[in-house]
């Protein structure tokens, strides 16, 4: 057993909320990216054992860090929007808000800190991803990132065995807020 809860983690994009605070926990990032659609199991448990973990995330993908502005977020996210018919991506420290239309065309995305602060346009930021996401999504970077060896699932179970019964409810969290105009 690596940690108890005080609650169960349903739903996919609270165990990505999971991941990727994991992430920017233990590498003092100040944002950090998790794909929803790579968590593979719907729920965990209040007693978390590795083999939750490994279910949870089982790719082995290692993490990537760079530096980002906020234009860069921008077309990672407006990427991750473009893709399906529901947010893909989920971020640690920070709120997404976009408009699109029913066409996924991106008319605004907005950026904030998790205090509700507007990211600033000139400031580099320092940003975690995983190598999936860093490979397959299609977005704007002129760093080309470092990548560590360190898998997503390591920081994930260190995190569990230091915040455990202290997670928040991620259930209660909102962090993306895309407002689909019907034009």
Known sequence: EIATLNQVISKKKNLAKLVCDAIRYELKTDFAFQNIDGIRVNQIGKKVTYEDIYRMDPFNNQIVVLKMNKNELKSLIAYSLRRKSHP????????????????????????????????????????????????????????????????????????????????????????????IEQK
Do not use: C, W
Request: hydrophobic content about 35%; glycine content about 4%; cysteine-free.
């Open 88 to 179: 893909v991506l989920m971020g640690s420290n920070l709120i997404f808000k976009a408009k699109i239309n029913k066409e996924r065309k991106i008319y605004q995305i907005q950026l904030f800190d998790q205090n509700q602060k507007e990211l600033l346009s000139k400031k580099q930021y320092i940003v975690a991803m995983n190598s999936y996401i860093f490979n397959a999504y299609q977005f704007k970077h002129s760093d080309q990132g470092k990548t560590l060896k360190l898998t997503s699932d390591q920081p994930v179970i260190r995190f569990l065995k230091i915040m455990g019964k202290s997670l928040p409810d991620y259930s209660k969290q909102k962090r993306i807020f895309v407002q």
